[in-house]
């Protein structure tokens, strides 16, 4: 038997599009839609962020979740730790920052969207 095909894929597959190209764009969409999305982008590209964000990293160069583990990975970036969507007063609280590498940051934002 064959699988009932939706609205949404008969509509992606007119356009050409196949599901990830579908997810970038509705992702697209939302960053420029979602006001707590749009605050959090404006704060990302902020010169205090950046400022702060470097002298964490100058802080804390390695990765604090590898380090907890007591293994030295080089962090390549620096999280917050309450979403930054969610909880924008706490951008530039020292607290809620953490160093990281690619692959813990990586662990933390899916979790973080999968809530
Ligand atoms: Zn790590």
């Known amino acids: 038997m ?36 749009k605050r959090a982008a404006t704060i990302r590209g902020s010169a ?5 964000r470097a002298k ?7 990765c604090e979740d590898h380090e907890a583990r007591g293994k030295t990975v080089v962090a390549t970036g620096v999280d917050h730790v309450k979403a930054l969507e969610m909880l924008p007063h706490l951008a530039y609280v020292w607290s809620n920052l953490k160093s990281l590498c690619d692959p813990c940051h990586a662990k933390m934002s899916a979790a973080e969207r999968r809530g």
């Open 2 to 37: 064959q699988k009932p095909v939706t609205h949404d894929q008969r509509l992606r597959e007119a356009r050409g599009e196949t599901r990830a190209t579908a997810d970038r764009l509705y992702d697209r969409t939302r960053r420029r839609t979602d006001p707590h999305l």
């Open 48 to 52: 205090r962020w950046k400022s702060l």
């Open 56 to 62: 964490k990293r100058r802080h804390n160069p390695l």
